[in-house]
């Protein structure tokens, strides 16, 4: 271990909560390794793989790479094994991982919030196209991930991404996962501050950097200067949110501990005011506390939220003060939290005239193609360039108000509306069984579906619905905080067959009235089932709500009976 990791130890200035039993903290001096994942970081950087990857698997062929590498330090790329066709998600559980693996591979290719000039998106375009079987997914991390990649193109498909100034590195692994940038920063007319600078410096200091390569698990970052706060900062380990200081002017709030999965937890508000200049050094500060402090022992338990749970936010941010920054931060009431859309689509004006559009692919999916067509028509119309959003959408930068209308119609014939249906802006979808190794049921193509359909049945409702639709329970596509969340799991049918199916969370939400979905005991529906079953739920909620309600207000107070779907306002009672 570097000594940088344990300065904070040996200048100690505030007493450290310690844990009922060790969990391998390193600042608390349990340096060896208690798992498997653990044993492999310390065998070896996971950064030291891409040389690996360069210079001997990809011209020897996936044969010839270390299972270490292949299950471990590959994701540090951005590179995961993806799910062997034909498997069905009753034995995700059951298999082996090597049973599980392909010969194939998921990339993710990170933006961090840059603006993507035509020349990146037609590369990412082509790379969809020559490599990866015509695939591409924007995901909810700002990533375009690919799939059907061959380890031997590898060093080929990071030539041309290096060609526009993108990269993959650490795009997975126990490392600083992509961030999350505001899709509009230095454009949006009611933007507070533009944080862009920030996010490119903590790229510069702190990505492939051996002192944050070995975090406990995932560290995942946002930061946003918008008051719409549209990067999930509720969500994520750590968000720098826009504000105002009476004094000092705009900078940021600073939140904490945010994150997902089987054990939800909403990130905590720190209540400072940190100028912009400053944003590199306590994102540095926060890293490096998980990185000392982290919990190390259980993966199920290796995520910051549940050392800031476990401190207390009050004693997180004097650790953070005097043991990683030496100063004190500047106090100040957290901003408050907004309503309303934080996706920015549609058609919307820019500081300096020009209009930024927002676009809806379809759950995220793309193809090579429809992003090489995207290009296209970028460079037709003379766009600036596009950003992706932490809601699995696209934003157009930089449109001159006289080309709008054309440019709208011309990206509905490809499939990228800017006038999308409620439905189709507020439904997302993890990657699914199709190629995911953890998942247990379809995602993206049984949320196109969904959204066909319920077009078909409401084509004129009068307020957003969101449905977000994972694969098993890990909330990558953040089930708990939509209207209507959906977890993938195996169900029994009507015959007692066991199918594909979802157990529901109803009225999960972010911004002002922050909370997690209300799951209702033993309800479960089936996938075959579920369109009958969102009408049901949808009809009784436009039919039961109160003026002005949101869904997430009505499915907080409704009766059981209209939540679980099985009949209609007009038949209970």
């Known amino acids: 271990m ?5 300065q904070a130890k040996k200048a100690q200035l505030t007493e450290i909560p310690r844990p009922r039993r060790a969990e391998g903290q390193w600042a608390l001096g349990y340096t060896e390794p208690l798992n498997k994942n653990e044993q492999s970081k310390k065998d070896d950087d996971p950064l030291n793989v891409r040389d690996r990857i360069l210079y001997t698997y990809s011209k020897r062929g996936f044969d010839s790479i270390d299972p270490a ?93 290096d060609e526009v100034g993108l990269h993959s590195m650490e795009a997975c692994g126990d490392s600083p996962r992509p961030f999350l940038g505001s899709p509009v920063a230095g454009v949006a007319a009611d933007e507070i501050i533009d944080g862009t600078s920030a996010l490119a410096e903590i790229e510069r200091r702190y990505l492939n950097n051996p002192e944050f390569s070995n975090f406990p698990r995932k560290f995942k970052t946002a930061l946003t200067g918008h008051p719409s706060m549209d990067v999930s900062p509720e969500t994520n380990d750590v968000s720098f949110v826009g504000t105002v200081h009476p004094e000092h002017g705009p900078g940021f709030d600073v939140w904490v501990g945010g994150g997902l999965s089987t054990n939800p937890m909403l990130a905590q508000k720190l209540g ?46 004097e650790v953070l003060e005097n043991e990683y920054l030496g100063r004190q931060l500047v106090s100040l009431d957290s901003p408050a939290a907004p309503v309303g859309y934080r996706d ?12 930024y559009i927002g676009i809806a692919p379809t759950a995220g999916r793309v193809s090579g193609t429809l992003l090489v067509q995207l290009a296209d028509l970028m460079e037709q119309y003379g766009v600036t360039g596009a950003r992706l959003t932490p809601y699995q959408k696209i934003v157009l930068i930089g449109v ?38 953890l998942a247990i049921v379809d995602t993206k193509e049984r949320a196109r579906k969904l959204v066909d359909e319920l077009e078909r049945r409401f084509p004129a409702l009068d307020t957003p619905i969101s449905i977000n639709v ?46 997690f979905g209300r799951k209702l005991r033993a309800h479960k529906i089936t996938s075959a089932g579920l369109d009958d079953y969102v009408t049901n739920v949808v009809t009784n909620f436009l039919a039961d709500r109160s003026d002005g309600e949101t869904f997430a207000a009505w499915a907080a107070r409704a009766d059981d009976d209209l939540l679980r779907g099985d009949k209609t306002v007009e038949t209970v009672g």
């Open 344 to 355: 920015h689509i549609g058609v919307h004006e820019q500081k300096d005239g020009d209009r």
């Open 470 to 515: 994972n694969g098993c329970p890990n909330a990558c596509a953040r089930t708990q905080v939509a209207d209507i969340g959906l977890k993938g799991q195996l169900v029994m049918d009507d015959d007692g067959n066991q199918v594909e199916g979802f157990q529901v969370h109803l009225g999960g939400a972010t911004g002002l009235h922050a909370a």
């Open 69 to 161: 590498d292949l299950r471990g330090r590959f994701r540090w790329m951005g590179l995961y094994t993806q799910r062997k066709p034909g498997i069905d998600g009753g034995k995700t559980a059951a298999l082996d991982e090597e049973e599980l693996d392909d010969r194939y591979f998921m990339l993710r290719v990170r933006s961090d919030g840059k603006l993507l000039s035509p020349a990146a998106v037609r590369a990412l375009g082509s790379i969809g196209v020559d490599f990866a079987r015509d695939t591409a997914d924007v995901t909810d991390r700002e990533n375009i991930q690919y799939h059907w990649i061959e380890i031997e193109n590898v060093p080929a498909i990071w030539e041309r991404l």
């Open 2 to 6: 570097s000594d940088l990791r344990f």
């Open 400 to 437: 001159a108000p006289e080309t709008v209308e054309e440019l709208l119609d011309r990206l509905d014939t490809i499939g990228l509306s800017g006038r999308p249906s409620g439905w189709r802006r507020n439904t997302m979808a993890c990657t699914g069984i199709e190629f995911c190794k």
């Open 272 to 317: 400072v005011w940190v100028p912009l200049d400053a944003v590199p050094d306590v994102w540095a500060g926060v890293a490096g506390i998980f990185r000392d402090y982290g919990y190390r022992r259980l993966r199920s338990r290796a995520r910051l939220k549940f050392l800031v749970a476990d401190w207390g936010v009050e004693k997180f941010r």
